[in-house]
């Protein structure tokens, strides 16, 4: 496919589902005049237990259907995706920019030295070589714990942000951290944010919280500078919701997903 970047084209955002939506957030704030196409892929929600192979194809599949929008760059607003298909995306599409998020574990550390710093993610980014070498980097300044959570995105996909089975579940994975004080957990999986406020909860007023959102917002900035292309409109710009699931609600919670405060 021929990839023509045009200033004014979109900016297209993607995620395994909804997730992504906590990203787009800090996108759609930060250049409030671009003009961006989310494709949540909750039909094929969550990847966060599949292969990297199975990840990077429906990674590539959903690349393919923003490249068909026009869009000038893509942003991966999904950790497994990122993990799994962000560098082989590159090399592949070499003429466009794309940024992946990843954990932000960096300010996570710095803000916690020698503290307790956990980790949520999903298996894949948790087993992936780009998260090894971040943590390779990082580990030594900060004890750096772990922790997938397979299941938790279930709830985002269905709008539930906060219940009991929500806490109960948690809770089942934050016993093996009660021994000590957490001082820092990392949202490293873009549905989290959206509960951010419960595992914020759970795990202590002590706990600081970090995502890799603002981080990422501010990396595109940065690549649509360099390569010329931020819009040149000063017109709000708009979003385009699409979503590979057929139930119809999906359009609607994203949009809910994209207001509501967390
Ligand atoms: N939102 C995705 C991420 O940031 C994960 C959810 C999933 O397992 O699909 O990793």
Known sequence: ?????????????????????????ELAGLLPHENFVFYGDSANAPYGSRSTEKIYQLTEQVVQKLLKRGVKAVVIACNTASSAAGARLRAEYPELPI????????????ACPGGRVVVLATEATLRERKF??????????????KLPLPGLPEFVERGEL?????????QG????????PVDGVVLGCTHYPFVR????ELLGPQVKVFDGAAGTARQLRRRLYSRRLLTTSQ?????????????????????KLFTITI
Do not use: H, Y
Request: glycine fraction near 8%; charge should be negative; charged fraction near 25%.
């Open 1 to 25: 496919m021929e990839i023509r970047l045009d200033c004014d084209g979109p900016i297209g955002v993607m995620d395994s589902g909804m997730g992504g939506i906590s990203v787009l957030r």
């Open 99 to 110: 940024v992946a998020i990843e954990p932000a574990l960096k300010p996570a550390v710095i």
């Open 132 to 145: 090894a070498r971040l943590l390779t980097e990082w580990q030594g300044k900060a004890e750096i714990i």
């Open 162 to 170: 906060d219940s009991p089975q929500l806490r109960e579940f948690l």
């Open 173 to 180: 994975f934050f016993v093996q951290l009660a021994d000590r």
């Open 197 to 200: 406020k419960v595992i914020a």
């Open 235 to 255: 017109q709000p710009g708009s979003i385009q919701w699409l979503n590979s699931s057929p139930e119809p609600e999906m359009i609607e919670l994203s949009k």
